[in-house]
């Protein structure tokens, strides 16, 4: 599946590289920059596509639950990206190779991880043609397009922000932005690496009834993650203009009103993703579909209109706004409702138990 998707995905890309003008896209108006273009985002198709066919293996790892070994292989590929990006940047290579290095870094760690799945660690788990079963990609496909859905709008209400800041405040600007994400970026990986681990975890716990650990595990979870991102929150937020400096070999300033946005953004999202974890691990997903078409929405018109306002640090405090009013706050009634649903399930089940006849097993859960 991950196979013909990604054929189909390349080909509908190269499509539309071929008809978009992708200088005026971007908004572009330096003659380097408008040649650059064009190579540059044929690097980003190519290394979508292979990201999207070699996240087989973080899937099987996450229903084994270890998606702390793909988040130790993603920190390689991150590590050794960045520094590879910060010795092309010094010696002033252009930007297709610059993209390169650093998705391309990503890949081969993802090649590395799913190499060492299935050769080394689990070599009957390797693909193969004989075990295709239409049944399974169809129900596989149905459970995909909400999946989709949600990836959808999400891109369009999280991942737009450099498209928005560049057709709003212009490419130096969306250069700022990109700079301070990069900056809080190590916070967002910390976070995930923190709550991934936990979605097959819910699902496995819910099939047991066992819903006291997982009401501990989603307060704690939360808790833990906005601590853990804390300190290095604070060191983006007071010294990052400081860092980017040193990072870029150049004076740099972000503005507090941008960097303050993106420290209280960080602790939100881990926030929202340990709540979105767990309806996942619930397999509450059609719930989320509305929050999360609402939540882009909301979004790109808050972000426009704030940039348009108050500069690049509109986009991220758009984002702020946006995401506390239509996700954190349905989710803080969704949440709570669904989990009481859970232990009603749990003590129905638990007292059905008994009644069964004598060596007789329970269904199992599918």
Known sequence: MALAFSAVLL????VLDAVVPWPTVFNLSSPTAIAEVGPAVKVVIICIVFHVLLGVAVKVRTGYQEVYVSSLWDTLGVVSGFCALVALIWRGASLPWLILVEMGAQILAMMGNLAF?????????????SCVSFDSIRRLFNLGILF???QVTGIVGLYSDNLLAIWTCGPEAAG?????VKLFGPCRLLASTLLSPLWPAYGEAIARGDIAWVRRTLVGSIIAAALVVLPLNLVGLFFGNELASLWLQRPISLGYGLLAGMALWVVLEAIGAGLNI????????????PVSVSFA???????VTLANQFGI????WGTVLAYSGTVLLPYGRLVPRHMRELARRARQNAAAAPSLPHGAG???SE
């Open 11 to 14: 080909a509908v890309l190269l």
């Open 117 to 129: 799945l299935f050769l080394v660690e689990r070599p009957w788990l390797r693909p193969t043609w």
């Open 148 to 150: 989709f859905i949600l």
């Open 176 to 180: 700022l932005y990109a700079i301070t």
């Open 278 to 289: 767990f309806l996942n691990g619930a397999s509450a997903i059609r719930v989320q579909i």
């Open 297 to 303: 929405v909301v979004a790109v018109a808050a972000k």
């Open 313 to 316: 640090g509109g986009i991220i």
């Open 362 to 364: 329970a269904a199992p």
